[in-house]
């Protein structure tokens, strides 16, 4: 089955210091990823997909296939970007399939 | 509308009570679909539609869990006979239903059986 594995549950760093929130998974086929974010008080919101190959609010993802990898980055984390993150993929029958989230905090 | 819409809010009801938790799409979206939060996890597949037929229900947990969607529009999570591990926060998204057309979230609900 496909499954999605974000290994941090919490990640903290100081504004201005690069993120690296990390993402891996499996699937034996072309893959189809996402990044969802969930601001304070606010709803789960798409923030990109692989293959728009687009940089949202400063972050970027790249599919890395040979490590099964999407994971997601930022040069310079802005207090903002604080909030809950959910790497996903849909598998073959449309559904789509959830990490369990982490947690990025963004110091002063 | 201005989005997903789901109601109520907040839910809290005794053991062994019915509840149903309304979801109301984006007009025009094909697709919808159910999930369920616990704390500290991600969100979990319940089921999901395009249009009123409901094409897969592999994640409702046990048959005290039902949905339907009967005009292809609002949809309804329906779980009978609650207990206190069905508390949760259930996520309803919907979706143009095209090939990786984003999913949009509404508020949730946040059910809590005592």
């Known amino acids: 089955a496909q499954r999605v594995t974000q290994p941090e549950k919490l990640l903290s760093v100081f504004k201005g210091a690069p993120v690296e929130l990390k993402c891996n998974y499996s699937y034996s086929g072309s893959p189809e990823l996402f990044w969802y974010v969930q601001y304070s008080r606010q709803r789960l919101q798409l923030l990109l997909r692989?293959?728009s190959r687009e940089s949202i609010k400063g972050f970027t993802a790249d599919l890395n296939k040979g490590e099964t990898s999407f994971h997601l980055k930022k040069p310079f984390a802005q207090e903002e970007d604080s909030a809950m993150y959910y790497c996903a993929t849909l598998n073959q029958g449309g559904k789509l399939i959830f990490g369990q989230g982490t947690e990025l905090s963004v110091k002063p | 509308g201005a989005g997903v819409s789901q109601s109520p809010r907040y839910k809290v009801t005794k053991r062994g009570q019915d509840v149903a938790l309304r979801c109301d799409p984006i007009?025009?979206?094909?697709?919808l679909y159910w999930y369920r939060q616990a704390l500290g996890q991600g969100p979990e597949f319940l089921t999901y539609f395009n249009y009123e037929a409901q094409q897969d229900k592999s994640g409702l947990p046990n048959d005290r869990f039902s949905a339907e969607r009967p005009e292809g529009s609002i949809s309804t999570l329906t779980i009978q006979r609650t207990e206190q591990r069905d508390s949760a926060m259930y996520r309803c998204a919907s979706s143009l239903g095209t090939v990786n057309s984003p999913l949009h979230f509404g508020n949730g609900t946040r059910l809590t059986v005592t």
């Open positions: 007009s025009g979206h094909v697709s």
């Open positions: 692989h293959i």
